[in-house]
């Protein structure tokens, strides 16, 4: 399963990713969408967490937690 993430931008709605959530377990991954790689301008979602660049990224907590909500 996978979740997309999109933002509202300059005007639009734009895909940056796509989410993983772990089938078991808290670890998550991420995915930066090639149209968000290639855009002009386009910027790390999180920066601590998800440097802009191609390919997975794991991690066992991925945005930061907004009063609690899990991920």
Avoid at 9 to 35: K, M
Avoid at 48 to 69: K, V, W, Y
């Amino acid at each position: 399963m996978s979740i997309e993430v999109h933002i509202d931008w300059q005007g639009g709605t734009h895909l940056v990713g796509n989410l993983f959530p772990a089938e078991r377990g808290a670890t998550v991954s991420f995915e930066y969408s090639p149209q968000w790689l290639r855009r002009p301008g386009s910027f790390a979602i999180d920066p601590t967490s998800l440097p802009l660049r191609q390919g997975m990224q794991h991690s066992a907590t991925l945005f930061d937690r907004i009063d609690g909500a899990d991920f």
